[in-house]
């Protein structure tokens, strides 16, 4: 048996899995995001685990350490079906999970199990050669089941998205179908670069270098969809990825003075008016659409009249929201009365209000009621 160690390639490969473990464990904390986001976050951490296993297999130590083993074609079974709930549950918020999709992962990994125990991490198969599941388990085992799997689901993908994309798109939708369009491109490419090495390993100049592009290419895939997925909030709110999702600066460039100051004017207006700084799923994308102007330019006049970005413009009137909430009723329930005011969390609430009025909301109240009485 070859002699297990690790080289420059499989040692950085390490740190690609446990950058993409700590991924997976940022959204699945994320508080805004966990209820959405938990599909990807299982495809990071299963990817995470099967390029460990990747190296192990590079490094020899597999053969070392046969019950050291992560189920990789288990994964490679959910990838398609976590992928299509997530866009589904993006498009559809209050959508249940379909458990007819993870009806095959769910029958492999069982048989996976069993037979992993009963071959003793997969050294030993003349005892179970004969048997009729085992012969339906090495069926499914064939990585073109897999890569069907994946297939399929892309083009699912591309039509619910065609069929859910309406004919007359705002910018909101708009920003949403390109967003969406690129995790799906970042996930074919992840799907090719699978495909790809079982095609390229029949040739002859095929070699470990090849297996370690087509892995890191398949990195870049699954950790991008990850890391924009996290992201999603400053992509929405104008602040990620403007060359992708955002018109040209030069439309903000070409305004007067005055233009600007009544654009300006009109986003004030519409925001003491309408409030829309109560809703928590708050988007800049959607307050330039209800006042008809494009992301870029709302958010250039934030900068330029506020001098504060989006999250920290809309913060302040949810701030004066508090602040009269809180001098004007003392029965208020203070832990709570962050969500009525748009803030998703108490957390975020408290920091922004001790960051301008460095107490508590509840010794603002207290302070207000002393200063009232005196």
């Known amino acids: 048996m070859p002699e297990a160690s690790f080289n420059t390639w499989t040692s950085l490969f390490l740190i690609v899995s446990a950058i993409g473990s700590f991924l997976s464990v940022l959204l699945f904390t994320d508080k805004n995001g966990r209820k959405n986001n938990w599909p990807i ?119 619910f998205i065609k069929i859910h994309t309406p004919k007359k798109e705002n910018a909101a939708i708009q920003m949403r179908t390109r967003w969406i369009r690129f995790l799906l491109f970042l996930f074919f490419l992840f799907v090719i670069a699978y495909i790809s090495y079982y095609v390229l390993v029949k040739f002859s100049f095929f070699n470990p270098s090849w297996d370690y592009a087509i892995s890191f290419t398949m990195a870049i895939g699954v950790y991008g969809i990850g890391y924009i997925v996290y992201m999603e909030p400053r992509i929405f709110n104008g602040e990620l990825f403007a060359s992708l999702f955002q018109a040209s600066k030069k439309e903000s460039n070409d305004l007067s003075s005055q233009t600007k100051d009544e654009f300006y004017n009109t986003l004030i207006q519409y925001i003491e008016t309408s409030k829309p700084y109560l809703n928590n799923e708050l988007r800049l994308v959607d307050v330039a659409t209800e006042i008809g102007l494009t992301i870029h330019i709302v958010s250039q006049l934030i900068n330029e009249k506020a001098h504060k970005n989006f999250n920290q413009f809309i913060n302040e009137y949810r701030l004066k929201e508090a602040e009269i909430l809180l001098q004007n009723n003392e029965d208020i329930a203070i832990y709570t009365m962050y969500y009525s005011l748009g803030f998703n969390s108490r957390t975020t609430f408290y920091k922004v209000f001790k960051n301008k009025h460095k107490c508590t909301p509840l010794e603002y109240q207290a302070a207000f009621k002393s200063k009232t009485l005196s």
Do not use: M
């Open 41 to 159: 976050a299982l495809i990071i951490l299963g990817f995470s685990l099967v390029l460990v296993q990747y190296v192990l297999i590079w490094t020899n130590y597999r053969a070392k350490y046969p019950y050291v083993y992560f189920f990789d074609t288990t994964w490679y079974f959910l990838f398609g079906p976590l992928f299509y709930v997530y866009i589904l549950k993006f498009y559809v918020k209050e959508y249940k999970v379909n458990f007819i999709h993870f009806i095959i992962p769910i029958i492999f990994a069982i048989l996976s199990v069993l037979y992993f125990i009963k071959t003793k991490g997969h050294t030993e198969y003349e005892n179970v050669n004969k048997e009729v599941l085992f012969t339906l388990y090495w069926s499914l085992k064939s990585p073109w089941v897999a890569i069907g799997i994946l297939i399929t689901y892309i083009i699912a993908c591309v039509d």
